[in-house]
C-alpha cells in the first residue's frame, strides 16, 4: 500500500479548512498501545523529560474511538496483525498511523530467510503517514515525528528544520 | 407592547449559564492537564497559545469535526441521547445557584431538593450510554458506577438531611445567608450543630468525588481494566459531551459544598479589608475554584481504589458515620 496519498476534497473551503487542519494537528491524541520495546521509549516521551504534552498530544486515549493517531511502536507479529489492523479499522476518520521503530517500519532485525513470524512493516497492513527510524527510536526522534504529521496535516512546519552540519 | 424584565433577565441568566458551564468545562479540561504536568515536574500544553491557552479551543474543533461512529448493532435512541443526558442536568442544576446575594437565576424555595435530584439523572446518562452501546467494557461499567451511585448516594443524602435541619431551610440563598459573619460561623466548623461537622464536610466531599466519577473512585471509566468504560464506543463529540458533562458536574458539586460548608459568598473575614472584606461573587468563584483544584489534586496523587474498597468505605465507614453525625445533630438540636 505505501505511503498514504490523499486527494484532496471537491468541495473547499480555503480559510475554514486551515482552521480545521489547525486544530487537528494541535491535537494529535495518540492510542495507549505498544507492541514491543519501542512503546517504552513512547512512553519516556510522554513522562517528564521529554514531555510530549507541550503539543497537545498527551491525552493517550485507551479506546481507538477517541484517537486520531496510531503509533505503532514495536514489531507486529503475525499473530497480533489482525487485532492491529481491527484496532486501525476501529479509528475514525480523519486518523493517522506513525510507524515507530525499525520493526514497524521493514520488519527490522527480524527480517531473515525463511522467517514465519513477522509482518515485514506496518504499511503491508494499512498506510502509514510517518516513519520514525531508530532501534528504537529516541524521544525526541519520535517528537519530531509528531510535529512532521504537524507539518503533513497543515502544509506548514512549527520551527525551522534543524541543519546538521 | 413593553417586554416583561423578567423575561429578558431569565434569558440572559440562561445563556449566562450555558455559557459559564461550557466555558468551565473546558478551561478545566485545560487546568487539568496544566495541573497534572506540573504534579508530574512537566511543562503541560504551552505550544499551542500562550501557556496553552487555546488548547481547549482546538481540541473542541477536532472533537467537532470528527466522524461520529455509530456502531453497528447499538440502540440508536439511548447511544446518541445519553451524552445529552449527561450535560442536561449539570446546566439545569445552575439555576438554582445563588453565585452572590442577587446573582441567582431561580431562587427556588426546594433549590437543594432539585440539585439532589439532578445529580442522580446524570449516572442515568451514563448507564443508558453504556447499555445502549452494546460493548462488554460498557455494561461492567455501567454495573459499576450503578452500584456507586447507590453507596454513595446515602452518605450524601444524609449529610445533606443534616444541614437542612441544621439551616431548617431548603433555599440555598437562606442557607448561605445563615453563615453570615466570618468563618467561625460557616457550617464547616459549626459545632455548636454538631462537633462532628468537619467529618460531615469530608464525607461530603468524598461523595462528591464518587459521585462525578473522579480519581480514585473512577471505577467506571477505569483505562487500565475497562477501555475508556462507559465511554468506550464513542467518538467525537459524542464523547466530548459526555466530557463536558463530567467537568460541568464537578463544578455543580464544588458549587453545592461551596453553599453548605463554606459559606458560600461570604468573605472570611468580614469588614477588615476595604476590598476583600466584602462578601462578594469573588469569595464564591474563589472557594468554587480551590475545591475543585483540590479534586484535580487528588486526582493526580492517589492511586484507583479497588471496586470492594470503593463499596466497603461507603458501606462500612460513611454511612455509620454520617447517620451518626445525623442522630447527633437531631439531638444536639433538641437539647439546645
Known sequence: MGTQNIQPAIVQFAQLDKLLALGRANSLWPMTFGLACCAIEMMATGASRFDLARF?????????????????????????????????????????????????????????????????????????????????????????????????????????????? | MTLDPEIIRLLAFLVGVIAFASFNAAYLVWLERKEAAHIQRRIGPKEVGPFGLLQPLVDGIKLMTKQLIVPAGVDPVLFKIAPILVMVPAIMSFVTIPFSETLVARNLDLGLLVISAFASVNFLGLLLGAWGSRNKYAVISAGRAFSQNVAYEIPMLVIVVTLVMVSGTMNLTEIVGLQMGGFWHWNILNLAASPLMPVAFLIFFVCMLAETNRAPFDMSEAESELVAGAFTEYSGMGFGVFFMGEYANIVIGACVATILFLGGWHSPFPDTIPFFGASSVIWFLLKMYFIIFTVIWIRWTFPRTTFYGLLNLSWKILIPISFVNLILTSAMLKVF
Request: hydrophobic share 40%; aromatic share 8%; glycine share 10%.
Open chain 1, 56 to 165: 497537545g498530544a498527551e491525552v493517550f486515549r485507551p479506546s481507538p474511538r477517541q484517537c486520531d493517531v496510531m503509533i505503532v511502536a514495536g514489531t507486529i507479529s503475525k499473530k497480533m496483525a489482525p487485532a492491529v489492523e481491527t484496532l486501525y479499522d476501529q479509528m475514525p476518520e480523519p486518523k493517522w498511523v506513525i510507524a515507530m521503530g525499525n520493526c514497524a517500519i521493514s520488519g527490522g532485525p527480524f527480517v531473515f530467510e525463511g522467517q514465519y513470524g513477522i509482518v515485514e512493516g506496518a504499511d503491508k497492513l494499512f498506510p502509514v503517514d510517518v516513519f520514525i527510524p531508530g532501534c528504537p527510536p529516541r524521544p525526541e526522534a519520535l517528537i519530531e515525528g509528531i510535529l512532521e504529521l504537524e507539518e503533513k496535516v497543515t502544509g506548514s512546519r512549527r520551527w525551522p528544520r534543524v541543519e546538521v552540519g
